[in-house]
């Protein structure tokens, strides 16, 4: 009796590590796979962190944590919303997890019963409707195209919010699309969320740094809602942290004091040395954040000019993250041969075993017309991998 749970079933398996594995089955087999599906630096970590976690196995920081985290480390995080966004927190209103993966999960695991619904801008991270389905809510999708940069409208968020909404989930920088909301933006849809009390805001602003338009804005920068977000960050993206899974929230206490309690039954404290390398990497020197935003700015616009030339695709310029979200949609119907594309997800498996490069389909961020590319890897890369699509693309008839 092979019999899983209800609530597993009505979850679908992550498609971005999917496609991530299925290009590690072909480079298994001695393919030359070009892997743009995965949402991870490929620098590695900054000295200065790698040794402040050798420093804590040494000073035997090996033990469990507080619940939400080191107090060292909770003070760094106030420290840098205090230095760098502005925001005013105090230590007890963070709660450190096991990445900002967890942290959005926490954040709806506490806030959402059954039948409430959550209002997700498509396209969105594949992840967000799967946390919803998880806390028995419903997910709403409110579509946003490359017309309008993939950006909803405080008209389309004021359509789309009924009595039963409980909570929006906006990501900024985004993940799949690049684009970032501007604070003009920002207060167009707080202006909306303020005639509805019970909403709160869910801002994902795990790629704040790797942003190419200037200052980061954030939905908690306005005080007359303050009261009502959660920011959740993290280390893995500016730092090249990803493998040491550590991300916050900031929120008001009696969200934390939620979280906390969830995150007391079903993990406890994040890695304890995890904690003494973010905290290092919060109070040293940002220079290496920086460094990195450069060299993912100067690839961003490397690709962004190689996808232009290839006939078919509709691309925009990303604002922020390290994606590219093209519009791919005058192939579908189009074939190879016996082979014959008729979804994104069709596209970016033919890409993969003809074109030997890995994309994700953007049938699972909501945006069936599109595909995501990751450009988190090398100029030689990107170069390489963009000759090889538009060659494949090319024998589509």
Known sequence: MENLSDCLNRLSPSATLAMSQKSSELKAQGVDVINLSVGEPDFNTPDHIKEAAKKAIDENWTRYSPVPGYPELKNAIVAKLKNENGLDYKPSQILCSNGAKQSVCNAIMA?????????????????????????????????????????????????????????LILCSPSNPTGSVYSKKELEALKNVLLKHERVI???????????????????????????????????????????????????????VKGCNKLQGQYTSGPCSVS?????????????????????????????????????????NNPEGAFYLFPKCSSFFGKADGDRKINTSTDLAMYLLEVGHVATVGGDAFGSPECFRMSYATSDENIVEAMKRIKETLARLK
Not at 114 to 129: C, K, L, N, R
Not at 207 to 235: C, L, T
Not at 282 to 288: H, M, N, P, V
């Open 111 to 167: 806030l959402v019963n059954e039948g409430d619904e959550v209002i997700i801008p498509a396209p969105y991270w594949v992840s967000y409707p799967q946390m919803v389905k998880l806390a028995n809510g419903t997910p709403v999708f409110v579509e946003a195209t490359i017309e309008q940069n993939f950006k909803m409208t405080a008209e389309q968020l004021e359509a789309a919010i009924t009595p039963k909404t409980r909570a």
């Open 201 to 255: 805001v869910i801002a994902d602003e795990i790629y704040e740094h790797i942003n190419y338009v200037g200052a980061h804005a954030s939905m908690a920068s306005f005080d007359d809602i303050k009261e009502r977000v959660v920011i959740v960050n993290g280390v893995s993206k500016a730092y090249a942290m990803t493998g040491w899974r550590i991300g916050f929230i900031a929120a008001p206490e009696w969200i």
């Open 275 to 315: 904690q003494k390398a973010a905290e290092a990497a919060y109070t040293g020197s940002q220079a290496c954040v920086e460094e990195m935003r450069k060299a993912f700015e100067r690839r961003k616009n490397l690709i962004y000019n190689l996808a232009k030339e290839i006939p078919g695709l509709e691309v």
